[in-house]
């Protein structure tokens, strides 16, 4: 079943999307949903005043006009319009089963996976973190093949002037400059840039592999509204949500992270923490079709029901290239194969045979003051994607 994107733009003017009776669309927020929305909005303003002094600050990392045109010139050249490369961004929020989603999309032919490019910077290019593959990122032939084609070498991206870019377009407390239709000048322009770095690297990785559509797993909104400044990007968004309690319920188990040998975990959160980011970054996905990006929401509980079914419906909402055909070996049971996912869950280094069931532990062994915790703070939106 494919949900519909509540927007947060309450003042816009509502209008609906209509479309077969199995897809659902609301394109507002609506009232039973403010609660959560004003439980989030401190995370989502900021001062224009302060925002706009520092884009100005001439002493700020990566302002100078040499870094400015290192970022610039790295790359492809321009392209026409057909050269717009078909990326696919899993939204949402963190344990809601996107790795899940992104290993199951990467079987299907036509189909690139990339993982969480907007950690590729840090935990690939800088820390020199483990590829789904096995290998470290600079040992990975995909990894040092994308780099070459895209920077001529990943020692040829200024990364301090990517992370001041980051810093100026990808953070929830700038998406009321960067999710507006018409943004200012000065914020289009630094969100245009960033998301050159990244069109790069998905032409890159689409040249490479011959693949039709690349995914792209990073989840937050920000990253998506900084990629829909860039007008040679042919972007789509496929927000998955889960169930709260379950979200909750997976952020306090101790997760270790294959990267660092096991030697490291997961963060952990509290129930209060989890379902704070639940709301944040499942309700601000909603910016992004206010700029207009095609979006299409489903549960992962659903998806985990029916497979194939879930993801044919996917790609025929989003109108992305077909076929949506994905080999399984039964109803339930797929046979997965190495990715290069550059960051992500721990997940993303599963191969073989896996069964596809819901993770649904939390039923019985969530404590009953967490559960009505988190149940009281998401009520709104878990009435909203039906779980209650």
């Known amino acids: 079943m494919l949900l519909g ?3 947060l733009a309450a003042r816009s003017r509502r209008h609906r999307t209509r479309h077969s009776s199995t897809v659902t669309c609301r394109s507002f927020v609506g009232s039973r949903d403010r609660g959560s929305l004003l439980a989030t909005s401190d995370i989502l303003t900021e001062s224009r005043t302060s925002h706009k002094r520092w884009l100005s600050t001439p002493g700020a990392p990566g302002h100078d006009e040499d870094s400015r045109r290192r970022c610039r010139t790295v790359g492809t050249s321009p392209s026409s319009r057909r050269d717009r490369p078909a990326v696919l961004y899993i939204g949402g929020s963190g344990r809601s089963g996107s790795t899940l989603l992104e290993s199951l999309l990467g079987e299907m032919p036509g189909v690139v996976v990339l993982g969480e490019v907007a950690h590729l910077w840090e935990r690939g290019v800088r ?46 407390r700038r998406m009321l400059r960067t999710a507006r239709r018409r943004a200012a000048p000065e914020v289009h322009d630094l969100a245009q840039e960033y998301a050159a770095l990244f069109v790069s690297i998905y032409r890159a990785a689409r040249e490479i592999s011959g693949a039709r559509v690349v995914i792209d797993s990073s989840k937050v909104a920000p990253t998506a509204l900084a990629l829909s400044h860039h007008d040679e990007l042919d972007l789509r968004v496929l927000h998955i949500v889960r169930d709260s309690r379950g979200v909750a319920f997976s952020w306090s188990k101790h997760v270790a992270r294959p990267e660092t040998g096991g030697t490291e975990d997961m963060p952990r959160l509290t129930g209060r923490q989890s379902t704070q980011l639940w709301l944040s970054h499942n309700l601000a996905l909603s910016a992004v079709a206010h700029r207009g990006v095609p979006l299409a929401r489903i549960r992962y509980e659903d998806l985990l029901h029916d497979v194939s079914g879930t993801i044919d419906a996917v790609w ?40 596809l069931q819901p993770d649904t532990e939390w039923r019985e062994a969530m404590g009953t003051r967490e559960r009505r915790i988190v149940t009281a703070m998401s009520l709104p939106l878990l009435k909203y994607y039906g779980y209650v």
């Open 5 to 7: 994107a509540p927007r």
């Open 316 to 355: 025929r909402r989003l109108d992305l290239p077909p076929p949506a055909v994905l080999p399984m070996l039964d109803e339930h049971t797929v046979e997965l194969h190495p990715t290069h996912s550059v960051a992500g869950n721990p997940m993303r280094f599963r191969t073989g045979t896996t069964r």
């Open 127 to 172: 820390l020199d973190e483990l590829c789904a593959c096995g290998e470290h990122f600079s040992a990975c032939p995909f990894w040092s093949e994308v780099g070459e084609l895209a920077f001529g070498g990943w020692s040829h991206v200024d990364l301090d002037r990517v992370t001041f870019l980051k810093d100026a377009v990808d953070r929830q």
